[in-house]
């Protein structure tokens, strides 16, 4: 029997309601389209944990923080996966595949190839360029640019458009990779490429052809809560700095725009493995590492336990095993990959460690419930998922949510604050199961006599996004660093066609005394940048 190719698909921060295939007639996404009418949908994915690094290698391992010891994002290489994991990548190595990985990874430590045969990297933010092949590219065209993915600190989620040409972008840069690969592919091996694309994580800078695709488009509004929130995602709030609706909403028009860029970009993938007569023998997989608030309820990024943080979207397209143009119901999660690309493979999984996904490709798991975790300590919560009602239970103070989807699809009302005593049954029912799930799944310590531990609730950080570009600091040659544009400069250039953005209304104060950006100095060129301002 022939092995299939694997072409593995990700977008990062993609929430679930973007694709116009699955419903949502405002997104212009004829690629992800076209995979929609191929393949299957499911409607009801989930990050297992919504933050990028977890999530990543839950993929990679197909098993739980408790296992490959990521509970959030460390980037100082103090947690890694236990040798003794098997990967997706080394298993089908070790089976014969051709294995490569082109994008973001956002694999810790940094260039771990966790069986990957190849890694040509993107991340966002690289401590050392020479690590990061996109970094290079970037290089060779603007040695100046030191923000590689748009502007963050004061921009990271504000209006913005990129400071590279379309040609240049990072999500361009990607599909030029898998290109070139799938052009230069061994012909005696099947291939297993993951491509991984780092928009619509923000900043939002798409390129100046794509910044008015969603402009006057009649798009979503963010939703509003009327109950209480957590300490969790009150501190969320702080990470956007939005001074009201209209600089918002650009915002999303942005979001949007980066994803249908990405798409753009995912149909010449598919343009090429068609052109080479390879597309039927190929299974691909769509997905998201997780979700985007992108405002609702008042929040921002992702970490939280509501759909747009950690409800993504998936197709899967397979001729001949999956059923073209038909969508799935049943909750899925990113835990079920690794278990479905070796199913297609017909290769066995290598090791006596129970997985907690399983296949697409067959009907072999209860999916009648959804569990997500995230974090330890004060600031985990986890979250359970059965028909309409989610379950969220913060460690932290504690404090309970319960939430009726059907006819709050939003999550704005807390049964649990409005109906107490009305919906104490329910309640009871999803704890219970929740604490037999995370007793099985969940991080040592967490589940004492049958019950949930707790702890007080921990104290509101303020912050902002305030991670300069790191790879100048570790430069060798001073000429290399004296090219670099100020980092007040690149901001200015990032908005000068976004006139939405008013530097008067945002937070500098917090940057200058983190000795990220001198405000005086970008004030005072502001004007002359900004002729629509003065």
């Known amino acids: 029997m022939n092995k299939p190719n694997i072409l593995f698909i990700t977008t990062d921060q993609q929430r679930y309601d973007t694709i116009h295939a699955h419903g949502y007639e405002f997104m212009h996404t004829p690629n992800l389209d076209r995979l929609a009418h191929e393949g299957c949908s499911y409607t009801h994915a989930f990050s297992p944990n919504p933050v990028c690094i977890p999530a990543r290698h839950n993929i990679l391992c197909g098993l739980p923080c408790k296992e490959h010891t990521f509970d959030d994002n460390y980037f100082d290489d103090s947690h890694q996966i236990p040798y003794d994991l098997p990967t997706f990548a080394q298993i089908l190595s070790d089976a014969g595949y051709d294995t490569i990985a082109v994008g973001k990874m956002h694999f810790q430590p940094y260039r771990r190839h966790n069986g990957f045969h190849r890694l040509l990297l993107m991340d966002e933010i690289p401590r050392f360029r020479e690590d990061d092949e996109y970094a290079l590219y970037l290089k060779e065209k603007y040695p100046h640019l030191q923000s590689l993915h748009g502007v963050r600190h004061a921009l990271y989620m504000q209006p913005q458009q990129s400071l590279v040409k379309e040609e240049d972008h990072g999500s361009s840069w990607v599909a030029k990779e898998t290109i070139n690969y799938l052009k230069n592919k061994s012909k005696d091996k099947p291939f297993m490429l993951w491509a991984g694309f780092i928009a619509p994580h923000p900043p939002f800078d798409v390129p100046a052809s794509y910044a008015e695709m969603y402009k006057g488009k009649a798009i979503p509004k963010p939703s509003i809560t009327k109950t209480t929130l957590s300490t969790l995602a009150e501190e969320n709030k702080n990470i956007a700095d939005y001074p009201n609706m209209e600089t918002l909403m650009r915002a999303r028009e942005l979001y949007y725009a980066s994803i249908s860029f990405v798409d753009k ?18 299974l691909i997989l769509f997905t ?27 197709i899967l397209r397979y001729p001949g095993k999956v059923k073209p143009n038909t969508f799935c119901d049943d909750f899925v999660d990113l835990n ?30 209860d999916r009648s419930m959804q569990y997500v975790e995230h974090q330890h300590g004060a600031r985990r919560w986890v979250s359970l998922r059965r028909g309409s009602f989610k379950y969220n239970y913060y460690y932290g103070g504690p404090r309970e949510e319960l939430f009726d989807l059907q006819n709050d699809p939003q999550e704005t009302e807390n049964l649990l604050e409005t109906k107490p005593e009305a919906y104490n049954a329910k309640r009871l029912e999803l704890r219970r199961d929740l604490i037999a799930h995370e007793k099985k799944w969940g991080l040592e310590g967490c589940i004492v006599n049958d019950d949930f531990v707790s702890y007080p609730d921990f104290t509101l950080n303020f912050y902002r996004e305030c991670n300069p570009p790191f790879f100048p600091s570790h430069l060798a040659h001073e000429e290399e660093c004296q090219q670099l544009w100020p980092l007040e400069k690149e901001l200015l250039a990032a908005i000068k066609d976004e006139p939405v953005v008013d530097l008067n209304k945002l937070d500098l104060d917090y940057f200058a005394t983190r000795h990220v950006l001198n405000k005086e100095e970008l004030l005072k060129h502001a004007d002359d940048n900004q002729p629509a301002k003065k």
């Not at 070796?342 to 399983?358: F, I, T």
């Open 265 to 282: 970009n995912i149909g010449l993938i598919l343009d090429q493995l068609e052109a080479m007569g390879e597309l039927d023998n190929t």
């Open 288 to 314: 998201s590492d997780h979700g985007e608030m992108l405002g609702d309820l008042g929040t921002y990024q992702k970490f939280l336990p509501y759909d747009p943080s950690c409800r993504v979207p998936m």
């Open 336 to 365: 079920d990959i690794l278990p479905t690309f070796l199913d297609a493979a017909n290769v066995p999984y290598p090791s006596n460690k129970e997985l907690p996904g399983a296949s697409l490709l067959k009907n072999e798991k």
